[in-house]
């Protein structure tokens, strides 16, 4: 073929004006094939005279001298996608390939619907795809586009490796830029080269397997691109581009794509009632018989209607509450900063009786066979008798124990501000100990004989549940004091770095992550299909749980650092502005 | 008054016409049928891994190429006491007896590496795990691997291994051979993908399964240890299947010996290995056209 020159026009001699030059350099021996060259030559200068996107170059000029001939060409300052692959070493992100994948579409349907003729770029691949310095597409080559003729069988062209299996026949359309677009986000995102696989064979490297940042919504995108019957793949470029940006706006990163986020609802989220306490709310509400009872660091626990937030009684401690509280018999058990348990009758409001313990309690108590189980600052877990109030053990540790409590067949698992989370037993007895790096402030949850929690180290840990084997790890972006939760085979968290994350339990693949604007500290709640997490950001958000698309949110005046109680399409949550909000779910 | 009680009466003789399928009397079970139920509810103490496993070159084959390795321990620290165990399972392939050389290398390289890893903890009781399981089975495929295509380039082999500790079983696969949960209630599910064209075609709804089954190019692989830079391995945790067994086995069994007949001679056996000879026997019978490994697990608890 030939070569492309940077070149200057000295049309204009004041200024260094580039351009590029391509030459073609006829040495065809056969007149026929000669023929076809030139052809091939003029009619590319032909279509890009008659095109006007700011993705294809402008065409100056177009000459012939002896067997050559020459296209002048807008200069493109930039690299082109094939040079980016192999010069960096790291897979490009899930936001910057949608952007270009995006433009890509829109140069693609730009060129599909020209009149009076359809083009067919028929040679989409990472070669022809320049970024420019503005990191905006540029196609280059249009050497074998064509205006397309419905039902004309061609020679073939187009390069092997991001080439449809119809274009091998002779038998390309505007389906064979949409398979070809789909190879070359392929290549882009897992970095194989599919001109050293099998041909047609991306169905045996899955986008996820190979880059599990890649969220399924894009995974799920390409892969109907690059369907090997037309029939099966996007009906039209538009249709593609538009599943782009829904797979973007599924996974969040439209919100940092586009910037008309406008339908994600905020203000219309009026709640169904608000009760306001004297200081911050940071523990959990806790749902009980048509009652709702919170406590406040102002020292109070409420008890409010849960119908409509009218105040039932308040119950005053000598130390805020932080915690969430447990229910037993009628009876509402919760710690407090004063160093004691506290257990109200859940109806009166009046005290029933209190144990006292050395520290502050800050770990939300937990109620089964018979007994209260919650952990203090005085480095203890006590295990206290329902019914007589008193102490049946109390096993010690080595740090504070802030960590509430989870119960399963007859263990009890917790962690510590030290790092250490422990396995123990009814009687009190060790059973394992697991060390992490840092404070295990969240409360473990147990599915499954596998033990989650995360810890400030910034791992999310899975454990063996009967010896404490860790059997996988998850390194989140930031320390977390959230309490996990689980729902169909996916673990949820949130994390410091503000990220709300959903891992798959068996595989520790991150499935996708939310982004918030500031720490999550409050843990996640799963209720019908949709995750409720708060955030320090002061918002509640609502997403759904299986592909963390955001469904709402709701601004309150503080951090919400609790997580939020749901019950008959009602959620309660509290915040650090004074108040307890009930809200439709 | 009488009437109104009549109609009582007849109320009832019609349920009994109507409603049919709300009054069907069922033979009573039998003693060994309820037998059967409770000693499924046995509880043992300790935990213990019972484990068999059968090999055989096969009736076509002139030498085997397949390699496995079990080991199997009881830790205890006096708290606490749980079974934990190594098993795997290698099918290799590749010209001049570089399978045999593939799949041994893998099955020794990951067995030593793992018992390297572990070793700290069989020594000293108090002793805990710095990395995950799922960390060090990574780890494991990628020594695995370079160990592989240096011993025999150009080769390859499956790899299907099972890290068994306490209720919890991680396995570890790449190609072909297979790993499945046999319950006792008759449950045979296959827990592995293969790494083959035909599956990936039977996934796409490109192929049947029947026609997966005489595909010309059904032993085709895209994923094995030794093959390609880029080397990626399943990776999962999941309970055991209790009561039941789990099953490692290499192509030479799967290929001829159906999930039926699998769990069949799995539950006919007098002990579990007896059924790992069963198993080799009956793929033999059916033609033996490929070497045949098995390895049968048993966690009881």
């Known amino acids: 073929m030939g070569s492309v020159y940077r070149a200057r026009d000295l049309h204009f001699p004041n200024v260094v004006k580039l351009v590029a030059v391509k030459e073609m350099i006829n040495r065809a021996p056969d007149q026929m094939i000669r023929q076809t060259i030139i052809k091939n030559f003029e009619r590319e200068a032909n279509i890009l005279a008659t095109l006007n996107h700011r993705s294809i170059p402008r065409i100056y000029d177009y000459f012939s001298e002896d067997n050559r001939s020459y296209l002048v060409l807008e200069f493109i300052h930039g690299k082109d996608l094939e040079a980016i692959i192999s010069e960096s070493d790291s897979f490009a992100s899930e936001e910057q390939a949608v952007n270009w994948a995006i433009e890509l579409c829109d140069v693609l349907e730009f060129l599909h619907t020209h009149k009076p003729e359809p083009i067919i770029f028929r040679d989409m691949k990472p070669s022809n795809v320049m970024i420019n310095l503005e990191n905006h597409i540029i196609l280059v080559d249009f050497g074998i586009a064509k205006p397309f003729m419905a039902g004309q069988k061609g020679t073939m062209i187009g390069t092997e490796g991001y080439s449809p299996p119809e274009q091998y026949r002779g038998e390309a359309n505007h389906s064979a830029d949409i398979y070809a677009l789909g190879a070359t986000m392929h290549h882009l995102l897992t970095r194989r080269d599919p001109r050293l696989e099998p041909p047609f064979s991306f169905i045996e490297r899955p986008i996820r397997k190979i880059n599990p940042a890649v969220s399924s919504e894009l995974e799920s995108v390409i892969n109907t691109a690059l369907q090997y019957d037309p029939k099966d793949r996007f009906e039209s470029i538009g249709m593609m581009k538009e599943a782009l940006v829904g797979a973007a706006r599924k996974t969040g990163i439209l919100n940092r794509i586009r910037q008309n986020t406008g339908n994600i609802q905020t203000s219309s989220l009026k709640p169904l009632w608000t009760f306001q306490c004297e200081d911050e709310i940071k523990g959990s509400p806790l749902y009980y018989e048509g009652g709702i009872y919170v406590g406040s660091r102002d020292h109070n626990i409420y008890g409010l209607k849960a119908a409509n937030g009218e105040f039932s009684w308040k119950y005053a401690t000598d130390g805020g509450i932080v915690t969430r509280p447990a229910v037993f018999d009628g009876n509402i058990f919760i710690g407090s900063e004063d160093h004691r348990l506290h257990v109200i009758n859940a109806r009166s409001g009046k005290i029933n009786w209190t144990y006292f313990t050395e520290g502050r309690i800050r770990s939300s108590p937990r109620v089964s066979e018979g007994h209260v189980f919650f952990g203090s600052d005085d480095k203890s877990l006590h295990a206290v008798n329902v019914l007589t109030g008193r102490a049946s053990w109390k096993f010690v540790s080595a740090s504070p124990i802030r960590s509430t409590p989870y119960i399963l067949n007859e263990t009890i698992y917790f962690g510590s501000e030290g790092g250490d989370v422990y396995a123990v037993d009814f009687r009190g007895d060790l059973k394992w100990r697991f060390k992490a790096k840092l404070a295990v402030t969240s409360s473990p949850m147990v599915q499954d004989g596998v033990v989650y929690f995360g810890s400030v180290d910034s791992s999310f840990y899975a454990l063996e549940a009967k010896g404490g084997w860790i059997i996988w790890r998850f390194r989140m972006g930031k320390g977390s004091i959230v309490s996990p939760c689980f729902s169909d085979n996916l673990v949820f968290t949130g994390a410091a770095d503000g990220i709300i994350y959903a891992i798959e339990a068996r595989t520790a693949k991150e499935i996708w992550h939310f982004q918030a604007d500031h720490q999550i500290s409050g843990s996640p709640v799963i209720y019908k299909d949709s995750i409720y997490c708060g955030s320090a950001d002061g918002k509640l958000y609502c997403l759904e749980y299986r592909t963390g698309r955001l469904r709402w949110k709701f601004e309150t005046q503080g951090a919400i650092t609790s997580a939020p109680v749901i019950f008959d399409d009602i959620v309660y949550v509290g915040s650090a502005d004074h108040f307890i909000y009930a809200l439709l779910a | ?301």
């Open chain 2, 1 to 301: 008054m009488k009437s109104f009680f009549k109609k009582f009466g007849r109320k009832k003789k019609i349920q009994k016409e109507i409603g049919g399928s709300q009054n069907i009397i069922t033979a009573p079970l039998s003693e060994e049928q309820i037998q059967a139920v409770f000693t499924r509810n046995m509880h043992f103490e300790p935990p213990q891994l019972v484990v068999g496993c059968g090999q055989s070159t096969g009736r076509q084959r002139d030498h085997n190429e397949d390699s496995i390795f079990t080991f199997t321990v009881t830790l205890g620290n006096g708290t606490n006491t749980q079974p934990f165990g190594i098993y795997l399972v290698a099918d290799g392939m590749g010209g001049h007896q570089y399978g045999e050389v593939a799949s041994n290398v893998a099955v020794r390289t990951i067995a030593s590496f793992l018992l390297r890893k572990f070793h700290p903890i069989l020594a000293d009781a108090t002793a805990t795990l710095d990395e995950s399981l799922q960390e060090i089975m990574q780890a494991a495929v990628k020594e695995a691997q370079r160990a592989v295509v240096k011993a025999a380039p150009g080769s390859g082999t499956t790899l299907t291994a099972a890290l068994i500790m306490g209720q919890q079983m991680t396995i570890t696969h790449i190609g072909d051979s297979r790993a499945y949960s046999i319950q006792s209630d008759g449950r045979v599910s296959l827990l592995t993908r293969d790494h083959s064209l035909v599956r990936r075609l039977e996934e796409l709804g490109q192929i049947t399964p029947d026609e997966a089954a005489i595909h010309p190019q059904r032993n085709v692989l895209y994923r094995a240890l030794g093959q390609a830079d880029f080397l990626e391995a399943d990776i999962f945790t999941a309970p055991f299947p209790q009561p039941g067994h789990l099953l490692l086995c290499s192509d030479g069994l799967w290929g001829v010996v159906s999930d039926a007949e699998i769990f069949h001679k799995v539950s006919k056996a007098k002990n579990i290995q007896t059924a790992c000879q069963d198993l080799v026997e009956a793929a033999n019978a059916a033609g033996g056209p490929d070497n045949i490994s098995a390895i049968l697990i048993q966690l009881l608890d």
